[in-house]
């Protein structure tokens, strides 16, 4: 499958990620569906989308759009409760988070829509999970295309932050991860590839590094070694990173990562 297959993404969940991606995905061209439990969900999306401090008509109040990009970004914008309106969707995405597990996101909820979804999408469709953590071979167990499953981990905000990791398992074909990074290129992403590896659920590039870097600097204040701000104000000034790794605040130092 090609991009110019792809007649319309499926996006399943309306939050800050979801609601991102099909942001992103309607201002460079792409016609998308997006699939929430409830029309009140969906229409904060939507609002989110256009009206929000990020959203696109802001974007034209800035002069970033024209009327015309505007007006076409929204008639690609389309949403809807019922998984069945995605039956015909080439590219499905999904976005959804913890729900009411107070998590970051929750697996098996992530496997039952899976299995759901792959009696009711179309044998053609790629399945794509926007998962953090999660073993991609994992969701795709729960499928019967595991050829046409990849991972597509987007960075919040998706309409702003630039990075897509691209994880791919033993299974995953090079025609799928072609069309995802062929994506990425046109939605404006750079994207890294990655290899999964079954069974494990401790994140990709970005998260693993992070996390291992946000251990040891609490590990230093622990130890006594440096305060919380001095630790960031030594990584921002003398590594050139954008914030420290601590999530506090005080003088030459920001807040730390998301």
């Known amino acids: 499958m090609k991009i110019?297959?792809?007649?319309?993404?499926?996006?399943?969940?309306?939050?800050?990620?979801g609601g991102g991606i099909a942001q992103n995905a309607i201002l460079c061209g792409t016609k998308v569906l997006v699939r929430d439990l409830t029309d009140e969900i969906n229409e904060k999306a939507r609002d989110t989308i256009v009206n929000s401090r990020f959203g696109i008509?802001?974007?034209?109040?800035?002069?970033?759009?024209?009327?015309?990009?505007?007006?076409?970004?929204?008639?690609?914008?389309?949403?809807?409760?019922?998984?069945?309106?995605?039956?015909?969707?080439?590219l499905l995405i999904e976005a959804i988070g913890g729900g009411d597990t107070g998590q970051l996101e929750d697996k098996p909820l992530k496997l039952k829509i899976f299995s759901e979804l792959e009696e009711t999408v179309k044998k053609e469709a790629v399945f794509a999970s926007n998962t953090s953590t999660f073993s991609i071979t994992d969701l795709a167990a729960?499928?019967?295309?595991?050829?046409q499953f990849i991972g597509m981990h987007w960075f919040s905000p998706a309409n702003i932050m630039k990075l897509v990791e691209i994880i791919h398992t033993e299974d995953t074909s090079e025609e799928t991860f072609q069309l995802i990074a062929d994506f990425c290129e046109a939605w404006g992403k750079i994207s890294v590839k990655v290899k999964d590896i079954p069974g494990t659920d401790s994140g990709f590039i970005g998260n693993r590094v992070m996390g291992a870097a946000r251990r040891e600097a609490m590990a230093i204040v622990k130890d006594g070694i440096a305060t919380a701000e001095d630790v960031n104000k030594a990584m921002i000034n003398g590594f050139r990173w954008p914030s420290g790794p601590l999530f506090i605040g005080g003088p030459g130092a920001r807040s730390g990562w998301q």
């Open 57 to 90: 008509k802001g974007g034209l109040d800035r002069g970033k759009h024209t009327q015309e990009e505007y007006d076409k970004a929204l008639s690609l914008l389309n949403f809807t409760t019922d998984t069945a309106d995605l039956k015909d969707v080439d």
């Open 142 to 147: 729960a499928t019967k295309r595991p050829e």
């Open 4 to 17: 110019a297959d792809v007649k319309c993404v499926g996006i399943i969940g309306a939050g800050v990620m």
